[in-house]
């Protein structure tokens, strides 16, 4: 009998950034977060705000390893790009920079430490990084404070790009208190792992608390048939209903992103990381969300 791995099992550290893999391994990476950059500079091209919240619809989506490797992306492109790392419940971004956490978000929101004691600069060219700091006791709190909003404005003015890893939206609140600052948000989903009910509720409670939904990244895409191991595509994000498709959920609209880089961590809320088995229910409401989908197509 195989034996289920656990979630203390997972790790994340600077082997999971694409610029410290092997050419070899590491070029479909860069290119697919290439086609992410492209795409979200196309989409933020009016835009006054270039603070991103990136969540997830679940646990051991690999938001955080998404999350860094985006902003070396943009760090790479020559921009002058900052990541905090505000999942103050489950840090990790020290991991994969390899810097200490002693100070970080929690301390400055705190008002114990300015932003300039604790943010580690230059840990790649054009790359700076905030940790998250001491674990608090009221981490969405400090989220949606006024020193929040206060840090904000800061950022604004100092960085090009700055990416906010955040906890999953669906599972605790951090995340929704950060959209009443910083609206615009990207959620991750992985593939076979994410529920239609799990992603359609991390929509919702974006826009339900002010969130500006940018797109949505498709992680842990298999294409067996395919020269290149990730998918890349406008799988179709914006209406008002989800569907759900060979390559995992989408909506009929606007942007989408997907690679297929096997990421999938184990995260610090007690989740599991065994696939969902199969139900019936689920299996009867895809069947109903597809119809309608195809009816919708129909019509129009």
């Not at 997972?10 to 990476?29: E, H």
């Not at 790649?124 to 981490?139: C, S, W, Y």
């Not at 974006?206 to 990730?230: C, F, M, P």
């Not at 109903?288 to 129009?300: C, F, G």
């Amino acid at each position: 009998m195989a034996m289920q791995r656990k979630v203390s099992d997972f790790s994340i550290g600077p082997a999971d950034l694409f610029c410290n893999m092997r050419p070899g391994k590491a070029f479909r990476i860069i290119e697919t977060y290439k086609n992410i950059r492209s795409s979200l500079l196309f989409t933020l091209t009016n835009a006054n705000d270039h603070i991103i919240v990136i969540t997830s619809a679940e646990p051991n989506a690999g938001k955080s390893v998404t999350t860094a490797n985006m902003a070396v992306s943009f760090a790479q492109n020559g921009s002058h790009t900052l990541i905090i790392d505000g999942d103050m419940r489950n840090a990790s971004q020290q991991k994969m920079f390899e810097v200490e956490n002693t100070n970080g978000l929690s301390n400055v929101l705190g008002g114990m430490v300015s932003f300039e004691e604790c943010v580690h600069r230059g840990v790649k060219e054009n790359l700076d990084i905030l940790t998250a700091g001491q674990v608090p006791p009221n981490p969405s709190e400090l989220l949606g404070s006024e020193r929040m909003k206060e840090l904000a404005e800061k950022l604004r003015k100092e960085y090009d790009f700055v990416f906010f890893d955040c906890p999953p939206i669906g599972l605790v609140s951090d995340a929704a208190a950060l959209l009443l600052h910083l609206p615009q948000v990207i959620i991750i989903a992985r593939q076979n792992h994410a529920t239609y009910a799990e992603v359609q509720r991390a929509i919702d409670i974006a826009k339900n608390s002010g969130g500006q939904v940018l797109g949505a990244i498709l992680t842990d895409v298999h294409e067996r048939n395919k020269s290149y191991g990730y998918s890349y595509s406008t799988y179709k994000y914006g209406s008002s209903r989800y569907y759900r498709g060979k390559y995992g959920y989408g909506k009929y609209g606007s942007y989408g992103y997907g690679y297929g880089y096997g990421y999938g961590y184990g995260y610090g809320y007690g989740a599991s990381t065994e696939q969902p088995a199969d139900n019936k229910d689920d299996k009867k409401e895809d069947k109903k969300t597809d119809k309608a989908a195809k009816s919708s197509d129909k019509k129009s």
